[in-house]
């Protein structure tokens, strides 16, 4: 291979780093945009009926709420797992540090409630379906910094595309 080769191979190896690069933007692009920004995020099961369907929704999660903690009662939020940290749950925020939460603490009797002061830096998050969720009520109050990111937006199914308003549904 002489260097006259080299020359004519020169302007498809200029192409070649630039389309890199670009890719490279690309991606570096969408990983801020998913760590920082928004995620999607799939549920799953039935601890959000009738919020969200059993067989599965795809939801829109945005992040800059919990970095700047304008969580609100009654957000729906994407959670790192108490009790698996490499899961992710969708659970209702229903107390705040400081807060004083009543709750169903026998989910068989609907008639036994219990209290709770939320501890500072923690939250209270249940399912929307009391009967079927593992949620505080097991676990007990959640560290704020394994909140994850606010569910704002349903994707799919198209017939419950819209807002995730902050009233169970």
Not at 37 to 46: D, E, K, M, V, Y
Not at 134 to 153: A, C, E, H, T
Request: hydrophobic fraction near 35%; include cysteine.
């Amino acid at each position: 291979m002489g260097l006259g080769n080299l020359k004519q191979l020169t302007p498809f190896i200029k192409e070649a780093f630039q389309h890199t690069l670009l890719v490279a933007k690309f991606l570096c692009g969408i990983h801020v945009t998913n760590s920082y920004i928004c995620t999607f995020a799939l549920t799953q099961g039935p601890s959000m009926l009738p919020t969200f369907s059993l067989t599965g929704d795809l939801v829109l999660a945005e992040r800059l709420s919990t970095r700047f903690e304008k969580m609100q009662r009654g957000d729906v939020v994407l959670v790192r797992s108490p009790e698996n940290p490499r899961k992710i749950v969708i659970k209702r925020l229903i107390g705040m540090g400081g807060e004083t939460v009543r709750y169903v603490a026998d989910q068989g009797n609907n008639d036994k409630e219990d209290t709770i002061v939320v501890p500072d830096g923690h939250v209270w998050i249940e399912g929307d379906n009391k009967f079927k969720t593992n949620d505080s009520r097991k676990f007990g109050p959640v560290p704020y910094g394994l909140v994850q990111g606010r569910v704002f937006w349903t994707v799919w199914p198209p017939e419950d595309f819209g807002s995730v308003g902050r009233e169970v549904q």
